[in-house]
């Protein structure tokens, strides 16, 4: 099972970094828990020697006066596999924090969009650790689970009431509509059209003019309108 482990002595904070775990795990049938402390205390120290497979930290660098820095240095003395992602006020204190060797994933500072950098961050930290969010269905009565990395995109299928998912190496036809689906997916999917939603991190490149997409196998779509252009010139290439 994969544990998140946040420490943060501000109670909106830890509730804000709980919100954003849950938005990226979502669309995942991954096993995970997430674990909130709000000091560095002796359950906290006797978590790091336990067994309980893959873990994200997510340290404070300053709580109730002991340093996340500290804390980071002890995980190291006995575990470089797990991840360590540093979430502070004290951006100041990046330099020596790399310069430490501590291995951490990424510094991020709680006064710039944090939430939208820690989610991109754990995003990272799931591919790092080889944890892969899924879009599981049920169809016709057999199950699916799709990995949400090899899906292209996903369009309105007009002569039925259903939807197809385009992925690298097939499609699938699922008796759910756009708007379900878009829900039970993360930030990396958008809709370009009224009848079609693309991974933006499969989009080799956009021809606004001549509203082409293209995808990195080289697949193109014209599903792209002028409702949608904007927000899609801001998230995709953002």
Known sequence: MLHFVVCDDNAPTREKVNKVITKLM?????E???????QYDKSFIQFIDKKVGKKIYILDVEVNFQS???VARKIREKDWESIIIILTAHYELAYNAFKNRLMLLDFISKFDDYEHNLYETLKLALKAINV???LSFE?????????LDDILYIIKDTAKRNSIIKTFAKEYSVALTLNEIIKMLPNSFIQTHRACIINKDNVKNIDFKSNVITFNNNEKITLLSKTYKKDV???VFN
């Open 26 to 30: 979502l669309p995942s049938d991954a």
């Open 32 to 38: 995970y828990k997430t674990l909130l402390f709000s």
């Open 68 to 70: 996340g820095l500290d």
């Open 132 to 134: 892969k969010k899924q």
């Open 139 to 147: 169809f016709n009565r057999i199950s699916y689970k799709i990995d």
């Open 233 to 235: 010139k801001q998230y």
